[in-house]
Nanobody
């Protein structure tokens, strides 16, 4: 059984920063590629960032390139998303997800395990 739990959501002002974390259960974390997705009210879930199982490769949605950084600490079974220069359009519920492969993907339907989500609200 694999479980994911997100932490770190909250309310910030435009231009501010926030760091999200995802704790993953079990001892298979280092064999899974991981991703962050988000869903705003009235919109479909969208890809944010992904990282390979080793952390050697990362990919970002165009909307967050240069502002967000995905990272992982396999020794601690932890995934992180550092978000800088936040914009009101970044407001959404953010989800961490795990894929049963070592390689990154931007497609939500390729991820097998999901966290419960954490709310990020950016005010202006």
């Amino acid at each position: 059984q694999v479980q994911l739990v997100e932490f770190g959501g909250g309310l910030v002002q435009a231009g501010g920063s926030l760091r999200l974390s995802c704790a993953v259960s079990g001892r298979t974390f280092n064999s899974y590629a991981m991703g962050w997705f988000r869903q705003a009210p009235g919109k479909e879930r969208e890809f944010v960032a992904a990282i390979s199982s080793s952390g050697g490769s990362t990919y970002y949605a165009d909307s967050v390139k240069g502002r967000f950084t995905i990272s992982r600490d396999n020794a601690k079974d932890k995934l992180s998303l550092q978000m800088n220069s936040l914009k009101p359009e970044d407001t959404a519920v953010y989800y961490c997800a795990a894929r049963r492969t070592r390689y990154t993907s931007s497609y939500a339907n390729e991820y097998a395990y999901w966290g419960q989500g954490t709310q990020v609200t950016v005010s202006s």
